[in-house]
């Protein structure tokens, strides 16, 4: 099922939150699924395999998706399955945070240029 419009827009705002492209797709994507694979995520959002390797990792630096081994039979590239290890409105109230953070650093910045000035 590809993305839908409301899906698109909270990828643009992630994005706009400094999250990479490849994450922002991976974590819309993920959000309302049980366990997926990389080759799902894959074919339902257009990402290519590294760019998903990359955002799964990503994803896992900070602790918001878990991995897990699949039994394969055969040669081939491993199979994994990837679930959120939080409630995606955890994740969203981390990402506002961060950006509230910012945003603070910067009117502490202006603050103090604003007592440069003469």
């Known amino acids: 099922m590809p993305l839908t419009e409301q899906d698109e827009r909270l990828v643009k705002y992630l994005m ?3 999250i990479p492209r490849s994450v922002a797709y991976t974590l819309v994507y993920i ?3 049980g ?3 990389s080759v799902e995520i894959e074919r339902e ?3 290519r395999q ?3 390797s990359i955002a ?3 994803l896992r630096r900070k602790g918001w998706i878990n991995k897990r081994n699949m039994k394969k039979e055969g040669k081939g590239r491993p199979i994994h399955g990837y679930k959120l290890s939080k409630d995606f409105n955890e ?3 981390e990402i506002i945070q961060e950006q ?3 945003i603070n650093e910067i009117n502490a910045t202006i603050n103090q240029l604003r007592s440069f000035q003469t």
């Open 50 to 52: 590294p760019e998903v």
């Open 16 to 18: 706009t939150s400094d």
């Open 45 to 47: 959002t257009g990402l």
């Open 91 to 93: 994740i969203l109230e």
């Open 31 to 33: 959000r309302d699924k």
């Open 35 to 37: 366990e997926i694979t």
């Open 100 to 102: 509230t953070n910012k």
């Open 56 to 58: 799964m990792q990503w």
